[in-house]
T-cell receptor, first 112, second 114 residues
């Protein structure tokens, strides 16, 4: 019963460094998405995907890239980390047309 | 655009007290509405949902009714327990997005003391 798995759980980056947050799901869900959670702002959608090879931007996409080469994986890339990207990142997946999303445990990222 | 407004916390209650967390929304059309719960150190879990007007979602003693006329989806529980301490998020999914996206409120922290 793995569900949605995110790695790493914690990460500290220096400004300008790049990294990839990993997300994998084993439920064969079509939809996957990335959110960031900031104090007082709830969760905001960064990017989402409705299937392998198809991605689109959410509310706050700047500074992030995604790709979806398989149904299972949806990595989030930070190209050049900035302190404003310090946040907790959540990956979610859901079945097409079903109103329930499953979330990973989150990655806490600090950019110094 | 679509948005969700929920009451600021923290909400502090004693065990067995009645809980209400207010949530109102702005959306075009008829979105689906959700309450998610986040326990310390964990991701979000779906608590309950309602997909059309007047639907009542319920789970683990929590309830919320989809009120189209007041654009509200308030969360209630008759008797809270210490184990209910968590952050609660109200959210909507615009119907025209096929449930691809969720729009969240800012979250309300609930603290229940013995």
């Amino acid at each position: 019963n793995a569900g949605v798995t995110q790695t790493p759980k914690f990460q500290v980056l220096k400004t300008g460094q790049s990294m990839t947050l990993q997300c994998a799901q084993d439920m064969n869900h079509e939809y996957m998405s990335w959110y960031r959670q900031d104090p007082g702002m709830g969760l905001r959608l960064i990017h989402y995907s409705v299937g392998a090879g198809i991605t689109d931007q959410g509310e706050v996409p700047n500074g992030y890239n995604v790709s979806r080469s398989t149904t299972e994986d949806f990595p989030l890339r930070l190209l050049s980390a900035a302190p404003s990207q310090t946040s907790v990142y959540f990956c979610a997946s859901s079945r097409a047309g079903v109103a329930e999303a499953f979330f990973g445990q989150g990655t806490r990222l600090t950019v110094v | 655009g679509d948005s969700v407004t929920q009451m600021e916390g923290p909400v502090t209650l004693s065990e067995e007290a009645f809980l209400t967390i207010n949530c109102t929304y702005t959306a075009t059309g008829y979105p689906s509405l959700f309450w998610y719960v986040q326990y310390p150190g964990e991701g979000l879990q779906l608590l309950l949902k309602a997909t059309k007007a007047d639907d009542k979602g319920s789970n683990k003693g929590f309830e919320a009714t989809y009120r189209k006329e007041t654009t509200s989806f308030h969360l209630e529980k008759g008797s809270v327990q210490v184990s209910d301490s968590a952050v609660y998020f109200c959210a909507l999914s615009p119907r025209n997005t096929g449930f691809q996206k969720l729009v969240f409120g800012t979250g309300t922290r609930l603290l229940v003391s013995p």
